[in-house]
Nanobody, 124 residues
Framework: VQLAESGGDSVQAGGSLRLSCLASGYTHDGQYCLGWFRQVPGKERQPVASIHSDGKTTYADSVQGRFTISHDNAKNTLYLQMNTLKPADTAIYYC??????????????????YGRGTQVTVSS
């Protein structure tokens, strides 16, 4: 599995960003689970969004209604559209792949495979 994120930046509160992740080797028997988690140095990772090959998505409560996860099958690219950003969203964002069986942000260990991350900084 190879995952490469891009799109992180510094924005002001209320702004928007779209993260992208070019992915390969993430399908198994035609199924997949991809998502995003974020991490602040010194703190545990926080899964924020997931998408299953059947179309089901899950979101952390803190981003529900503001973030949208999507996947372009033709481009093998995962996206995270982030709107109405808050300073609390500041973190390193990682693109992740997980077993389709555990495709939910409620799975504590979400993100068996992940990329190098991209920094998102939101200033007040």
């Amino acid at each position: 599995v190879q995952l490469a994120e891009s799109g992180g930046d510094s924005v002001q509160a209320g702004g928007s960003l779209r993260l992208s992740c070019l992915a390969s080797g993430y399908t198994h028997d035609g199924q997949y689970c991809l998502g995003w988690f974020r991490q602040v140095p010194g703190k545990e990772r926080q899964p924020v969004a997931s998408i299953h090959s059947d179309g089901k998505t899950t979101y952390a409560d803190s981003v529900q209604g503001r973030f949208t996860i999507s996947h372009d099958n033709a481009k093998n690219t995962l996206y995270l559209q982030m709107n109405t950003l808050k300073p609390a969203d500041t973190a390193i964002y990682y693109c992740a792949a997980e077993s389709p069986t555990y495709c939910s942000v409620t799975y504590p260990q979400f993100g068996t495979y992940y990329g190098r991350g991209t920094q998102v900084t939101v200033s007040s």
